[in-house]
């Protein structure tokens, strides 16, 4: 199992980013994938996970109006689009799986990619 994240950098606060994350070594058909950010001095923050079968479990209901989420099964690719950034949107995001299942339980994510920064100026 692999994660790879791209689509970060840096962008002015009121703008929009959209962030991929390529999996392989399995399909989405019975997994779910979960997007988490690190900024730091802080903790881990569930932003969102999606499944075929769940659709998709925003972890907080604050993210549900400028965080939205797709994927596109032939690429195996998820993405994370993320509009109206603030700078305390900053932080390294990363993509996850469990692969066992679609839950999307915290505890059930396995496989982790190495993340891409996201960085909003004022």
């Known amino acids: 199992v692999q994660l790879v994240e791209s689509g970060g950098g840096l962008v002015q606060a009121g703008g929009s980013l959209r962030l991929s994350c390529a999996a392989s070594g399995f399909t989405f058909d019975n997994s779910a994938i979960g997007w988490f950010r690190e900024a730091p001095g802080k903790e881990r923050e569930a932003i969102l996970c999606i499944s075929e079968s769940e659709g998709v479990t925003y972890y907080q209901d604050s993210m549900k109006g400028r965080f939205s989420v797709s994927s596109d099964n032939a690429k195996n690719t998820v993405y994370l689009q993320m509009n109206r950034l603030q700078p305390e949107d900053s932080a390294v995001y990363r993509c996850?799986?469990?692969?066992?299942?679609?839950?999307?339980?915290?505890?059930?994510?396995?496989?982790w990619g190495r993340g891409t920064q996201v960085t909003v100026a004022s």
């Open positions: 996850t799986a469990d692969v066992t299942g679609t839950s999307c339980y915290y505890s059930n994510f396995a496989s």
